[in-house]
């Protein structure tokens, strides 16, 4: 089936709603909500909707446990299937404890008073990770929204953290330790402390919006018939900063870092890929029919919906059509 991405497996985790109600984060769970719906469309990424397949933690569900359950379950999935693309996402708070030096997940069973006890450290979800021994891995954390929800003027606070912790982007050192293995990639939505950034819209994260946009085909070009790392990563490191700086007034920076081959991540347009100018013209020169073609050389064409009236060689009606090329030229109505 030209439709169906057979070997990608996913785990998505949007922690939303924290245990410790000042810490919520509702915009993560509407992102992994839309990525699901991106990647298990059969006429855009092609992931089978299934619970073999992808997962989805949000909310009560995104709890540290579940979250290294999953990841435990992409190892079986990955082990029992050679040709594994497995594809984990993270959006949610990302902490660093200045004092120890080590960065922490923040999940929904978090106690505010016990965070290094009660948060997923990187050490627990780089071992995890680990243990998935597919060809293909692409991890991708958006987190540090903290200061994007409190510039977006939706009314609330910024968020107090801990003594000694700061909201971070995950440092180097976990980035290097999350692609040791081969075939590895990691992707986060910002650098340093710069912020991820929420839209004013409220719908998702400037970073997710983007990455939807890229899965969907921007970015690849006429013949692409799957999405790939690359085209990922060129796309998303040249939107998400002018939307950033558009929207939020605010810099924002994606970061890449992978060893591995440019591997698909998912179909582009359910395996029909993009089509070239070339086909784009013969598809719309088959769309339109001409008829009545009269002894004073009216010809009557029928494009859509769109009616369009040639009169002799120099007269041409519009009514309502818009950006039509007739032969060679292009005609257009405002």
Same mark, same amino acid.
Request: hydrophobic content about 40%.
């Given at each position: 089936?030209?439709?169906?991405?057979?070997? !990608?497996?996913s785990?998505?985790?949007?922690?939303?709603?924290?245990?410790y109600?000042?810490?919520?984060?509702? #915009?993560?769970?509407?992102?992994?909500?839309?990525?699901?719906?991106?990647?298990?469309?059969?006429?855009?990424?092609?992931?089978?909707?299934?619970n073999?397949?992808?997962?989805?933690?949000r909310?009560? %569900?995104?709890?540290?446990?579940?979250?290294?359950?999953?990841?435990?379950?992409?190892?079986?999935?990955?082990?029992?299937?050679?040709?594994?693309?497995?594809?984990?996402?993270?959006? !949610?708070? +990302?902490?660093?404890?200045?004092?120890?030096?080590?960065?922490?997940?923040?999940? $929904?069973?978090?106690?505010?008073?016990?965070l290094?006890?009660?948060?997923?450290?990187?050490?627990y979800?780089?071992?995890?990770?680990?243990?998935?021994?597919?060809?293909?891995?692409? #991890?991708?954390?958006?987190?540090? $929204?903290?200061?994007?929800?409190?510039?977006?003027?939706?009314?609330?606070?910024?968020?107090?953290?801990? @003594?000694?912790?700061?909201?971070?982007? @995950?440092?180097?050192?976990?980035?290097?330790?999350?692609?040791? =293995?081969? !075939?590895?990639?990691?992707?986060?939505?910002?650098? +340093?402390?710069?912020?991820?950034?929420?839209? @004013?819209?409220?719908?998702?994260?400037?970073?997710?919006? $983007?990455?939807?946009?890229a899965?969907q +085909?921007? !970015?690849?070009?006429?013949?692409?018939?799957?999405?790939?790392? =690359?085209?990922?990563?060129?796309?998303? =490191?040249?939107?998400? @900063?002018?939307?950033?700086?558009?929207?939020? $007034?605010? %810099?924002?920076?994606?970061?890449?870092?992978?060893?591995?081959?440019?591997?698909?991540?998912?179909?582009?347009?359910?395996?029909?890929?993009? #089509?070239?100018?070339?086909?784009?013209?013969?598809?719309?020169q088959?769309?339109?029919?001409?008829?009545? #073609?009269?002894?004073?050389?009216?010809?009557?064409?029928?494009?859509?919906?769109?009616?369009?009236?040639?009169s002799? =060689?120099?007269?041409?009606?519009? +009514?309502?059509?818009?950006?039509?090329?007739?032969?060679?030229?292009?005609l257009?109505?405002?």
């Amino acid at each position: 089936m030209t439709n169906t991405f057979v070997h !990608g497996y996913s785990l998505l985790i949007g922690v939303g709603e924290c245990a410790y109600p000042k810490w919520s984060l509702p #915009v993560t769970v509407k992102d992994v909500q839309a990525i699901q719906a991106c990647l298990t469309n059969p006429s855009l990424c092609g992931y089978i909707n299934d619970n073999n397949h992808i997962r989805l933690l949000r909310n009560a %569900e995104a709890t540290s446990g579940n979250i290294l359950n999953g990841l435990n379950w992409l190892s079986q999935q990955a082990s029992a299937d050679p040709e594994a693309t497995v594809l984990v996402y993270y959006s !949610g708070h +990302g902490w660093l404890d200045e004092f120890t030096g080590k960065y922490y997940l923040i999940p $929904h069973d978090i106690v505010p008073f016990n965070l290094p006890n009660s948060a997923l450290s990187a050490q627990y979800l780089t071992d995890a990770l680990r243990q998935i021994q597919a060809k293909r891995l692409l #991890v991708i954390i958006d987190s540090c $929204h903290a200061e994007g929800m409190a510039s977006a003027k939706n009314g609330q606070a910024i968020i107090k953290l801990p @003594p000694h912790f700061v909201s971070i982007s @995950p440092p180097k050192s976990l980035i290097d330790d999350l692609k040791q =293995s081969n !075939g590895r990639a990691v992707f986060t939505s910002c650098r +340093g402390k710069q912020s991820s950034w929420i839209r @004013p819209d409220g719908k998702m994260s400037i970073y997710t919006y $983007h990455l939807i946009e890229a899965l969907q +085909g921007a !970015g690849s070009q006429s013949g692409d018939t799957v999405v790939r790392l =690359s085209q990922l990563m060129n796309y998303v =490191s040249q939107a998400v @900063p002018k939307s950033s700086q558009s929207l939020c $007034h605010a %810099e924002q920076t994606p970061f890449f870092d992978f060893s591995t081959e440019d591997f698909a991540v998912a179909l582009l347009n359910g395996g029909k890929g993009l #089509v070239s100018a070339e086909e784009d013209a013969v598809k719309a020169q088959d769309a339109a029919t001409i008829s009545n #073609v009269t002894a004073d050389g009216e010809v009557m064409i029928i494009a859509g919906n769109q009616q369009v009236t040639q009169s002799g =060689s120099g007269n041409i009606n519009i +009514g309502q059509a818009r950006d039509i090329t007739i032969g060679s030229k292009a005609l257009s109505k405002d």
